[in-house]
């Protein structure tokens, strides 16, 4: 796939393979401030839904790393010396946004 709009350089990236059980640990209720965003497992997906109610699919780039097939924010998902997720960091644009994990997470109705 080929864009030719300056400035706008686009990126082809290769999902990685991982067991769907291993979302499971993402699943979970962010918050930065009162901007929540809720992630959870669909499936074999990691879903993530925020404040505009648009539900995105993300997919595995590495360990705890995940990216959209657009435009859309890479995820990176945090954790303590237990191997608990304790957060993300959203990264788009040049900018991150730091979320601390603020409980669990059922999917959000449609």
Known sequence: MVYD????????????????AQLDDYA??????????TVWRD??????????DLD???YAESDGWFF???????L?????????VTGLTARQYGQ??????AGPARPPSQ
């Open 5 to 20: 709009w300056p400035g706008y350089p686009f990126v082809e990236k290769e999902a990685a393979r991982i067991d769907p």
């Open 28 to 37: 979970g209720k962010y918050s930065l401030g009162d901007f929540i965003v």
């Open 43 to 52: 499936g074999n997906k990691l879903m993530a839904r925020g404040p505009d």
């Open 56 to 58: 995105t699919e993300f």
């Open 68 to 74: 959209t097939a657009d435009e859309g924010p890479e």
């Open 76 to 84: 990176k998902f945090s954790r303590d010396t237990k191997g608990q």
């Open 96 to 101: 991150s946004f730091e979320f601390k994990k």
